[in-house]
């Protein structure tokens, strides 16, 4: 198993950057595909990015495509979602996730979830 802890979340105004941090503690952290979603209030949870066990391929959806990367270091075990140009449309509970069956890139389920971080952006 793994365990997940997400922090970095906060309030900035449109336009700002926040870096979200996801710290991994477990099992093999390289096991591991990495993901964040998010969770806006009345809404699904949506997929964001995801990142492959030794960085080779990654994933954004495509609102946050050339504004947000996801990166990893697995000697550190964690992963990180940096966010420039941020939107009042950002704005939700962000969740780090871990799957380690992969089946395809990106997965659709993931067994492995943190707490959330709650990114507000202020217009």
């Known amino acids: 198993q793994v365990q997940l802890v997400e922090s970095g979340g906060g309030l900035v105004q449109a336009g700002g950057s926040l870096r979200l941090s996801c710290a991994a503690s477990?099992?093999?952290?390289?096991?591991?595909?990495m993901a964040w979603f998010r969770q806006a209030p009345g809404k699904e949870r949506e997929l964001v990015a995801a990142i492959s066990r030794y960085s080779y391929s990654t994933y954004y959806t495509g609102s946050v495509k050339g504004r947000f990367t996801i990166s990893r270091d697995n000697a550190k075990n964690t992963v990180w979602l940096q966010m420039n140009s941020l939107k009042p449309e950002d704005t939700a509970v962000y969740y780090c996730?871990?799957?380690?069956?992969?089946?395809?890139?990106?997965?659709?389920?993931?067994?492995?979830w943190g707490q959330g971080t709650q990114v507000t952006v202020s217009s």
């Open positions: 996730a871990a799957e380690d069956t992969l089946e395809q890139f990106p997965p659709k389920e993931y067994d492995y």
């Open positions: 477990g099992r093999s952290f390289s096991s591991y595909v």
